[in-house]
């Protein structure tokens, strides 16, 4: 993402505390909250997506699976075209395996 002075509008390489075009402090950017959405591997009970969505809004995995249990049996399978949908779209988390280059953490 880039970054722009909010002093000059000079644009920033990432991870810049001073802006090089008036010297102006920048101040610290935050991750966002979560992580991205995408189905980790380890964890998972079918496709991994109701773990997906938990750990990416923040929410407790084992609520995610009971509200999907429970959309599934009284929703006429809305919930289950969601889940499929939610498999097919939310991409799968990168292997970690060892020798694997860039090593994702
Ligand atoms: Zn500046």
């Known amino acids: 993402m880039a970054v722009f002075c909010q002093h000059c509008g000079t644009a920033l390489p990432p991870g810049a505390r001073f ?11 935050y991750p966002m909250p979560g992580r991205p959405l995408t189905r980790p591997r380890a964890g998972r009970q079918i496709a991994g997506v ?3 969505l938990a750990r990416a809004n923040g929410w407790d995995v084992a609520v995610v699976r009971i509200v ?3 959309g599934l049996c009284f929703s006429c399978g809305f ?6 949908a939610g498999w097919i779209g939310i ?4 292997d970690n395996l060892p020798g694997a280059y860039p090593p994702v953490i």
């Open 68 to 70: 999907a249990v429970l």
């Open 19 to 29: 802006c090089s075009g008036c010297g102006a402090a920048i101040p610290a950017t």
């Open 79 to 84: 919930v289950g075209i969601a889940y499929l």
């Open 50 to 52: 109701c773990l997906a």
């Open 91 to 94: 991409p799968e988390e990168p």
